[in-house]
């Protein structure tokens, strides 16, 4: 149940990133680090390679076992900052352009999305 939800609120939000019908790129790269185990990666990385993007996009897909209390984007940081310094701005101040991270936490039931400051999403 758990991973159809993650599969339904990945999908979802990778729409809400740009998703184009026609003349889509494919992402540049597909990252998945799944510290929780939860993920199947043989169904989920297929999928986000078959999204299109209107321009080119790394999509990153990150999971870890935390708490309620545990704050989601201090861990993503954190781990973006020790694990995958290509996820963040070479001025360090920022998410890496071209880039959007999906992250989860299924114990702790958190989940966010992060995106390079030349990806915009519109409020409506």
């Known amino acids: 149940m758990m991973l159809k939800t993650f599969r339904l609120l990945l999908v ?3 729409l809400l990133v740009g ?3 026609a003349l889509g790129l494919p ?3 597909v990252v998945v680090e799944d510290r929780a185990g939860v993920l199947d990666r043989n169904t989920l990385v297929p999928a986000i390679t078959a999204i299109e993007f209107h321009e080119p996009t790394k999509v990153a897909v ?3 076992n935390g708490s309620a209390a545990d704050n989601l984007n201090e861990e993503v940081l ?3 900052c020790a694990e995958h310094p290509d996820w963040i701005s070479p001025d360090g101040q920022k998410w890496a352009n071209g880039l959007f991270i999906f992250a989860l936490d299924p114990v702790g039931r958190h989940v966010s999305t992060y995106m ?3 990806r915009k999403v519109s409020l409506e």
């Open 12 to 14: 979802f939000a990778l």
């Open 19 to 21: 998703c184009a019908a």
């Open 27 to 29: 992402p540049t790269n």
């Open 62 to 64: 990150y999971t870890y």
């Open 78 to 80: 954190r781990f973006a």
């Open 116 to 118: 390079g400051e030349d």
